[in-house]
């Protein structure tokens, strides 16, 4: 399995109100297969992401990622662990405002040690893929929020890590564009065998996933 949760507890604490965001979840994924995640706001949707890029940690059970116990590292080996083997599609998208659209999904590369060309190469089809490749030198300020949103998946598409969390890809692109990217994204799946999560709202995401969850105050259900 590429994902494992076993009774993955996470609380926060806010201005004194517990908040419970996972509640003894209980999850596998298995290598190649697209999952959506189902939940109204605050349901506990980004804190499963979080947890599984290993950005959060949990309170009490296990998350195995990739065949690591992410309960068992250290920050900066989590974030070793995420630079190479996971991509993450930020709600926000996370660009940097300095770097062209190219620039932002080539410097993850670099960093993974990837030669400059090659990670040129790699960043222009990703781009391609998502069909924003006329952007490549613009900065994130001169884009639509739904193209800096294909930027940002574009980035998590070029690394080619094993497993991919989205959280809302779809929340600034129109029907036509949604449909484009979750056909794109089962395409990754099944041809690389890439692990695939979305949390998400899109009704149609069920429509490109091989299995669906709902989740209500931290508890995961399959739908």
Known sequence: MVVQLRAASKTFSTNGDVVTALDAVDLDLAPGQVACLYGASGSGKTTMLSVLAGIETVDSGQVMVTGEDLTRRNEAERADLRLRRIGVVFQTNNLLPEFTAEENVVLPLLVK????????????????????EHLVDRLPAQMSGGQRQRIGIARALAGEQELLLADEPTGALDLENSRALFALLRERA????????????????????????????????AL
């Open 113 to 132: 040690g990837m030669e400059r060309a090659a990670a040129g190469a790699a960043a222009r089809r990703a781009l391609a893929a998502v069909g924003v």
């Open 190 to 221: 099944r041809s690389d065998g890439t692990t695939i999560l979305l949390a998400t709202h899109d009704p149609i995401a069920q429509e490109y996933s091989d299995v669906a969850f709902h989740m209500v105050d931290g508890k995961v259900t």
